[in-house]
């Protein structure tokens, strides 16, 4: 935009005047741009992620220790990064270890007790004989003294008893025996179950493409790469993500001072540093509501996403943007460049190309021109600069001037 001024400022320069430039007032639409950079980002993309549930083995970071270049295409299937294994495997060895000590412990336990519920029930058959005999010797004392009757039913009532207690301590000591069977089951089943869920997550350690498409490493948020050597968080675990091309956003900031003039909808020129002859369109999609400091800086901006409307196999995430959203357009109005413009106790004026200088009430301006709303007619002249003598210039107040 500057240029092309200028070139009008020297294409109407006065051809007696060296030092004067000359320009006329335009007619034409007016165009207010607010202008960022930013960065290109994929609207949407797949997530490659790494193994699930690490925080429940305590695991809260992870090593990456491969991945392949970013901006790597692939097929789903194919090979993106490899993570750390040493904690995990160390972690899998003690486990394997409590394994075997619990596996060991529970083949006691069942012969342990299968020896002393054998010798139990072999009280118990011993006591039923008992009973069994003093049973007879009670049906045998009928011929027998009334004393030696009595004393034989005394003997059979205490065997009956002896063995009903022997019946009931050797439940309880069944019950006690399956329950500590049970304890030893249940911490060995707990420890397998431990076992093969690390087994399963270990094997996740070494991560592939879920899908077709270019691998984009993540980044971090202060936009460094999370590359080899970085770690992946265990509430976090994405290492890298599949962007989709065809749906691309420019990811920008606006300072608090133009912030209030980016509308969501408003129109937009997206150009990228690395194809400077190549223009995009774009539209405003959101508008943060809360700013935030760049860093080390204390500029407050808040965050502008610009959707593309139109896209190239040529662009790629992470490069970077330079943007022009239009927030003001008013058509048919006349403008001169902000240069000409001059004030004197608070009265704005232009050197005219008759001589004068002429009051002009303004309307909004952008970076190179400004709206005239009355003083000047079409295609009227401006100096660009004071001319020689300008102090002598009369100042022609403003009437109403017809537009």
Do not use: C
């Not at 039913?153 to 022997?166: D, V």
């Not at 019946?167 to 025996?177: E, H, S, T, Y």
């Not at 608090?256 to 020129?269: F, L, M, N, P, R």
């Amino acid at each position: 935009m500057a240029i092309i001024i200028a070139i009008v400022y020297f294409a109407n320069r006065s051809k007696k005047d060296t030092g004067e430039i000359i320009v006329s007032v335009k007619k034409g639409d007016f165009i207010i741009n607010v202008a960022t950079t930013g960065e290109l980002v994929a609207q949407k993309s797949v997530p490659i992620k790494g193994p699930e549930g690490l925080r429940e083995f305590r695991i809260f970071e992870i090593k990456i220790s491969d991945i392949i270049l970013d901006g790597t295409v692939v097929k789903k299937g194919d090979y993106v990064a490899a993570l750390d294994k040493t904690d995990i495997t160390n972690r899998i060895k003690d486990i394997e270890l409590e394994l075997e000590r619990y596996e060991s412990q529970l083949i006691n336990t069942r012969l342990d007790t299968a020896l002393t519920m054998r010798g139990a029930r072999e009280d118990l058959i011993n006591l039923k004989f008992d009973v069994e005999g003093k049973q007879i010797t009670v049906d045998q004392s009928i011929y027998e003294p009334p004393a030696s009757q009595r004393q034989a039913k005394i003997e059979l009532e205490r065997a009956k008893r002896t063995y009903e207690q022997a019946v009931r301590n050797f439940k309880l000591k069944l019950a006690k025996a399956n329950a500590n069977m049970g304890d030893i089951q249940r911490t060995y089943n707990t420890s397998k179950e431990r076992y093969d869920k690390m087994t399963k997550v270990v094997a996740a350690f070494t991560i592939m493409a879920p899908q077709d498409g270019m691998v984009v490493q993540k980044r971090n948020w202060d936009g460094s790469k999370q590359g080899i050597g970085t770690t992946m968080s265990g509430w976090d675990n994405v290492v890298a993500e599949m962007p989709e091309l065809k749906q691309m956003i420019s990811k920008t900031y606006v300072n608090e001072i133009d912030v209030s003039k980016v509308k969501v909808g408003q129109k937009a020129e997206i150009r990228v540093d690395a194809f400077p002859d190549k223009r995009f369109g774009g539209i405003v999609q959101s508008v943060a509501n809360v700013g935030e400091r760049m860093r080390n800086s204390n500029a407050k901006v808040f965050e502008v996403i610009i959707k593309a409307t139109s896209v190239d196999s040529l662009l790629r995430p992470a490069m970077t943007t330079q943007n022009l959203i239009t927030t003001w357009t008013k058509k048919s109005v006349r403008s001169i460049p902000i240069e000409s413009v001059h004030s004197i106790n608070g009265i704005s004026y232009v050197f005219r190309g008759n001589k004068t200088r002429q009051e002009v009430k303004l309307g909004q301006s952008n970076d190179n021109e400004i709206i005239v709303l009355d003083g000047l007619f079409d295609n009227d002249k401006v100096y660009l600069n004071p001319p020689e003598k300008a102090e002598e210039w009369n100042l022609v107040r403003l009437t109403k001037t017809k537009q």
